[in-house]
């Protein structure tokens, strides 16, 4: 049993800066970033593999989002630039055995941190 724990969820600003970390108990899975707003489906947002060598995001973030590891702290970053409106979301972190789009194949998932980004 793989446990996850998010941090760095909060209130900015449009056009402003989050992090987002998820604390593992393990370090050997691809790691997930999906976020879920109000009335909406759960979607994908980044992906990363064990290694850190292979990313994948949604067209929606790219290029404003960084997904990032460091296996020694067990961590997954989640840089949020250019946050928009439609960022507002709670994000959620998840483990698997590769990397994918679809939130179905992921093992594990953390308990959630908010996000919301103001006009």
């Known amino acids: 049993q793989v446990q996850l724990v998010e941090f760095g969820g909060g209130l900015v600003q449009a056009g402003g800066s989050l992090r987002l970390s998820c604390a593992a108990s393990?370090?050997?899975?691809?790691m997930g970033w999906f976020r879920q707003a109000p009335g909406k489906d759960r979607e994908f947002v980044a992906t990363?593999?064990?290694?850190?060598?292979?990313?994948y995001y949604a067209d929606s973030v790219k290029g404003r989002f960084t997904i990032s590891r460091e296996n020694a702290k067990r961590t997954v970053y989640l840089q949020m630039n250019s946050l928009k409106p439609e960022d507002t979301a709670v994000y959620y972190c998840?483990?698997?055995?590769?990397?994918?789009?679809?939130?179905?194949?992921?093992?594990?998932w953390g308990q959630g941190t908010q996000v919301t980004v103001s006009s």
């Open positions: 998840a483990a698997g055995n590769l990397v994918r789009t679809d939130a179905t194949l992921y093992d594990y």
């Open positions: 393990e370090s050997s899975y691809a």
């Open positions: 990363i593999n064990w290694s850190g060598g292979l990313t």
